[in-house]
């Protein structure tokens, strides 16, 4: 376990409020990184953001991970799919409503509107970014548990169910995509990274 | 070995999941197949990029009702984990009443008339053997009782209160010192 999240939990739990504080701050930036990223620049984000450490602190009696930032993706993961599902019924309602609307698989594998998108910028950060946002869910999510948090695949299996090699797996289709995207984007600049 | 399986130990190895001895298999294996050697270095550079793309300065903070909610939830932690740092002292206090146990089996007097316990001959002998020690040492006792029983005068040896038992005891040790 890192030794400062060790140690911020275990002041938490001897009743230092302080030490959530240092703990939220230590663990914002990846975990808000993944969420946002997951669900594509939903405004819902925020939301989950919120709602992950709501969780969190309510079950930390709970906490049996080697890494923190590990069980707070966990929970991020749950509500993002529960969120998904919901946005599903209610997609399934509002395409019942209109005869001639997209299918819902197809609407579903879209990615929501992304400023990063609309911007015509050659900017390589906001290359990768369209590129992650375009990846399948199950890729991204590896991808983004990869390189936001650096939840190791034996536990990335274990958020998502699969074996180890499935997520494995899933993590060189996305590399392969992205790879595709970055040498693309370093020809049109000529930036060589 | 394939390609496929390369990749997977290069992935392996930036997650800190490959042992060592696989580790510098692949390096061997990298130093004879640049491509291979492109894949990781196009793998850290994606990450590396992808990672900055966020900013802290982008992320919000949390919000005024959920560090309400938090911080409410600290309070209470402390009752929620009442148990859980109870569970760390199960074992010290059942360590206490088993020494407990043992000091007031070992300090007990035997009632006289009560019948002996006699351990099942069928047993093995392994288990009986801390029961043994313990024979031993009431026997001991007795003996020393019946000792001191034989010391004192006759007039006293049949049925002694408590404090005249007690005060021929002390007399008898101070007389021995």
Known sequence: MDTLEHRWLNEYRAGNAEALNSLIEHTRRPLYAFIAKMMEGHPDADEIFQETWIRAIQNIHRYREAKFLSWLFRIAHNLIIDRARKRARLTSFEQALTENSQPLAERLAEPAPNPAENAASSDLQAHIAIAVSQLPPEQREVFLLRTEGDVPFKEIARIQGVSINTALARMQYAVHKLRSELRGNTIATGIDR | ?177
């Open chain 2, 1 to 177: 070995m394939n390609t496929n399986k390369i990749e997977q130990w290069i992935l392996l190895r930036q997650s800190g999941e490959l042992s060592p001895r696989k580790c510098r298999q692949l390096d061997i294996l990298l130093a004879r197949h640049p491509e291979l050697q492109q894949f990781e270095n196009d793998l850290a550079a994606i990450s590396l990029v992808s990672r900055e793309s966020t900013t802290t300065a982008d992320v919000p903070q949390l919000n005024g009702a959920t560090r309400a909610r938090l911080f409410e939830a600290t309070e209470q932690a402390p009752a929620t984990l009442r148990f859980a740092q109870w569970k760390f002292l199960a074992p010290l206090a059942a360590a206490a009443l088993l020494i407990l146990g043992i000091s007031l089996a070992l300090h007990r007097t035997p009632t006289p008339g009560a019948p002996i316990a006699h351990t099942d001959a069928a047993a093995p002998a392994a288990e009986y053997a801390w029961d043994d020690n313990l024979e031993y040492e009431l026997d001991n006792l007795q003996a020393v009782l019946a000792n001191l029983n034989a010391d004192l005068p006759q007039a006293n040896r049949q049925t002694p209160d408590e404090d005249t038992l007690i005060r021929e005891l002390l007399e008898l040790e101070g007389a021995r010192i």
